[in-house]
């Protein structure tokens, strides 16, 4: 039977090493602060806003919110970035997508200041990233390596298989873990369209799945006693003993969330495993907070 690794806990843990952090440099006359920047009126961006607003209020930080509507053309909106930019009170912007078909992500993203680019995303902090130089991290990635570091993991010479090729966890989480000088493979969906996983992953001391799949990686793909973490966030029905949806009592179809992972098989077979919920998402939000007292104390020559 695995450890169930508490991301719950751990993020509890570094929640009170960041209000400790911040009360240093409060001392020094130094107060991190994150801006969110949303453009119209999207449900996700507005309940991930208000997690932000929540979460910098519960270590201390200043909170700068900037919503304009749906129609602001992609020049004011980077008018307000380049705002962000200069306001000293903003230590971290954070890019609220997604942004209407008329905004360019990339547009937005590159006028950022590298050194307020809490989300990692300009490509001179990815660029950083890769050569392995000093830079902000992107949180999930992030999130992933705390957590491994924080039950004992030894990266060097650790054969690592990422499931999963995306901009925002897979290659990033490649890199960090490179940088450690694991040994990285990655993989992604094409691979087990291809009937290739397997081949991969049961080598792998550590897996980190972050392919967008629900239940993709199966007991049969995982080396025993490896270590795993599920990056995966998908919302399924819930089914009877005979494969039927569970109803609730409006009648309509019960869901849960669940990994990439086949967490109740795997969880046999794995040293280590991260649940869904409660694994890698908490250990995210506080990196991204992490980020942004990293960036204050950047910005401050520190």
Known sequence: ??????????????????????????????????????????????????????????????????TVPAETTEEQVIEIVKELNADPAVSGILPLRPYPEHISDSAVIRNIREDKDIDCFHPANMGRLLLGEPTLAPATPSACIELLDRVGVDFEGAEIVVVGHSNIVGKPVAMLALNRNAT??????????????????????????????????????????????DVGINRVKVLDDEGNPVLNDKGKPKTKTVGDVDFDNVKDKAKA??????????????????????????????
Do not use: W
């Not at 009937?195 to 792998?204: C, D, I, R």
């Open 273 to 302: 495993i991260t649940p869904v919920p409660g694994g890698v998402g908490a250990v995210t939000n506080m990196m991204l907070l992490k980020n942004a007292l990293t960036a204050a104390k950047m910005q401050a020559g520190m």
């Open 184 to 229: 990285i493979s990655v993989t992604h969906i094409f691979t087990s369209q291809a009937g290739n996983l397997a081949k991969h992953t049961t080598g792998a001391d550590i897996l980190i799945v972050a392919a967008g799949k629900a239940g993709l990686v199966t007991a049969d793909l995982v080396k025993e006693g490896a270590v795993v973490i």
């Open 1 to 66: 039977m695995a450890e169930i690794i508490d991301g719950n806990a751990i993020a509890d843990e570094i929640k009170t090493e960041i209000i400790a952090e911040t009360e240093k440099l409060k001392a020094k006359g130094l107060a991190p602060g994150i801006a969110t920047l949303l453009v119209g009126e999207d449900f996700g961006s507005k309940m991930y806003r208000g997690q932000v607003e929540k979460n910098c209020a519960l270590v201390g930080f200043n909170y700068i919110e900037r």
